[in-house]
């Protein structure tokens, strides 16, 4: 039987597993929604935005744990995608992206929306393929999803021109398996390399476990929480690995880095042993490298052999899938002792005996500490949480305490602002028994908040926590400490009724001014488990993200908010530690 190449398309898709897609029609792939119109087994969600379907397929990928499918058409189609294939890039997030493209003939002729989509998207791709014979699509399908599905996952964008999807031949075999010469992920360590981890490992006196996103996203972490446990180490997480460890468990002692925690902080800088999971050493987490872990020696284990060594001088490299790599740690270190380290713990519970996450309340004032705090309450912890960029997206890492992996799903490397609605979205999508919340500011959510008509569209209810401090709230804290209290730019102005704007979109919209009134609010939106519930929760505009590193310091010069038992503070209240 012969198939157009459209068709074939569809069809490797099947193939693949694919069942769901997000995306919006144009020109170029008319023959591709064609398709799929025919037939029933993939679903597509029509987005508002191109960017919404790379942030939506995101967060169906982050949450699923599947490879997110997008598609596009060319011109603006995949120039208004890009930003959300940079998000997936920095997270390292699998995702497939098909972009149209012009007819052959016409590539190079600056035709009607035509642009470059390999070229642009180059460098922000984990691979990216432009088709240029149907006998290629199926091939190509089976190599795109292999590449952003293993090794360090990341986006592929299929670029096709029309002219390929209109051609037809007889329907190809579809491979079952596929072998790239040129690309061979490393799954296991050098044994010798996990044998000098371990006598690193077991000799240390002040180790901590630095784990980050690759435990997340490389399902590791059982094993995670087996090594750490066995050892009785103290562990800290990146904003991209929690709930990778239990964030109630004893050994847990916060997030790591700029907005992390005191005892987290002090401990990675006074450590002689760093024992990095999944993790990449960004400048979030290192702060200012030259003062970085002075005494410590370090473990690194990754998946991409090109992030070891990139940032900091590494020891003991462990190139290998997290997962299959704790396996063999945790072998080689059964029935052997560790050092003492009880004086090490002792230290740490000095430093967290600080309580650095210790914030004011102020009467008639609704602090967004205490949002997310009752939202933890109100949904026990077990809600999947999506946020948007600034410092909502730092109060929800600190407050809300994530228990289990795959239940917060945010922008990290990238930092994009517009991405919690549309990946709130997707992660509805693909886990619709479970309760979702949106944690974003009002700057944020009005980059994206055309996608409310898609999630009233395809019925994905997700509850919309709006802490809205009439502020672009992170450049106005920056501002204020280190560029003399000057807030250029960073009120917002003119802002909507988010009530009657969600209302409008066939949502519920609810306002919660006072502090009595937060938690019966929250309680009522998350028991309208059918209905998408906009909360427009009005805080203190003054607020400040507490611990922080400034640029430049080092992880022992965090500032503080102020508090009587801290040596002194200066007149905004703040303690350079």
């Known amino acids: 039987m012969k198939l ?24 170029a792939v008319l023959h591709i929604y064609d398709a799929l119109d025919a037939q029933d087994d993939i679903k597509h969600i029509l987005v ?10 995101d967060g169906y990928a982050r949450t699923s744990g599947k490879t997110g499918v997008v598609l596009v058409t ?55 393929f432009l088709i240029k014979d149907i006998n290629q699509i199926s091939s190509t399908i089976k190599k795109a999803f292999h590449i952003a599905s293993t090794g360090r996952p990341g986006p592929v964008l299929i670029d096709i021109p029309k002219d390929i999807t209109i051609e037809q031949i007889d329907e190809p075999a579809y491979a079952d398996a596929i072998n790239m010469r040129s690309y061979q992920p490393v799954v296991d360590a050098e044994p010798e390399k996990i044998t000098k981890a371990a006598e690193l490992i077991l ?21 995670l929480r087996e090594f750490t446990r066995e050892l009785g180490f103290p562990i800290t997480l990146t904003l991209m690995g929690l709930g990778a460890y239990p964030a109630k468990d004893e050994l847990f002692i916060g997030m790591l880095g700029m907005h992390g925690t005191y005892e987290a902080n002090m401990s990675m800088h006074d450590s002689d042993c760093v024992i990095a999971v999944g993790a990449r050493f960004d400048d979030r987490i290192t702060a200012n490298i030259s003062k970085f872990c002075p005494t410590a020696k370090i473990i690194h284990i990754d998946i991409d052999p090109s992030s070891i060594g990139k940032n900091v001088a590494v020891d003991v490299p462990l190139v290998g899938e997290v997962k299959s790599v ?22 740490i519970n000095e430093w967290r005996s600080i309580d650095s ?125 280190f560029y003399e209290k000057r807030y250029a730019m960073s009120y917002m102005e003119a802002l909507p009724d988010f009530v009657k704007l969600a209302e409008s979109y066939g949502h519920i919209g609810i306002k919660v001014e006072k502090e009595a009134d937060l938690k ?43 508090r009587d038992d801290m040596a002194s503070t200066n007149d905004e209240g703040l303690n350079l530690v």
Not at 13 to 20: H, I, M, P, R, S
Not at 48 to 57: I, K, L, S
Not at 89 to 116: K, R, T, W
Not at 520 to 540: M, N
């Open 4 to 27: 157009n190449g459209a068709q074939i398309l569809v069809q490797s898709l099947k193939n693949e597993g694919v069942d769901l897609i997000f995306g919006y029609p144009g020109g």
């Open 48 to 57: 508002r935005h191109e960017q919404g379907a790379t942030h939506a397929a």
């Open 74 to 128: 060319s011109g603006p189609g995949i120039t208004n995608a890009v930003t959300g294939i940079a998000t997936a890039h920095m997270d390292s997030i699998p995702m497939v992206v098909i972009s149209g493209q012009v007819p052959s003939a016409l590539i190079g002729n600056d035709a009607f929306q035509e642009v470059d989509a390999v070229g642009i998207t180059r460098s922000c791709v984990k691979h990216n």
């Open 203 to 223: 000799s240390a006196k002040q180790p901590i476990i630095y784990a980050g996103g690759g435990c997340v996203i490389g399902n590791a972490d059982q094993e």
């Open 326 to 347: 704790l396996q063999d740690l945790i072998q080689a270190l059964k029935g052997k002792k560790t050092a003492d380290i009880s004086a090490w713990w002792s230290q």
């Open 357 to 481: 996450l210790a914030y004011q309340t102020k009467e008639g004032v609704i602090k967004p500490q205490t949002v997310i705090e009752t939202l933890y309450e109100v949904t026990k912890g077990e809600a999947i949480v999506t946020s948007d960029v600034g410092q909502h997206q730092m109060w929800a890492a600190q407050y809300y305490h994530f228990n289990e992996p795959r239940r917060w799903i945010n922008s990290g490397g990238l930092g994009t602002m517009g991405f919690g609605l549309p990946a709130a979205m997707g992660a509805k999508l693909a886990d619709p028994d479970r309760d979702v919340a949106c944690v974003t500011g009002e700057g944020s959510i009005q980059m994206m908040l055309q996608e409310l008509s898609t999630m009233l569209q395809y019925n994905t209810p997700v509850k919309i926590i709006n802490l809205n401090n009439g502020y672009l709230g992170m450049v106005r804290q920056w501002q204020e400490f």
């Open 520 to 562: 019966p609010a929250l309680i009522e939106a998350f028991k309208l488990k059918d209905r998408t519930v906009f909360l427009d929760i009005i805080t203190d505009p003054n607020e400040n993200v507490f611990p922080m590193i400034p640029s430049g310091a080092g992880h022992n010069e965090m500032l503080l908010a102020g």
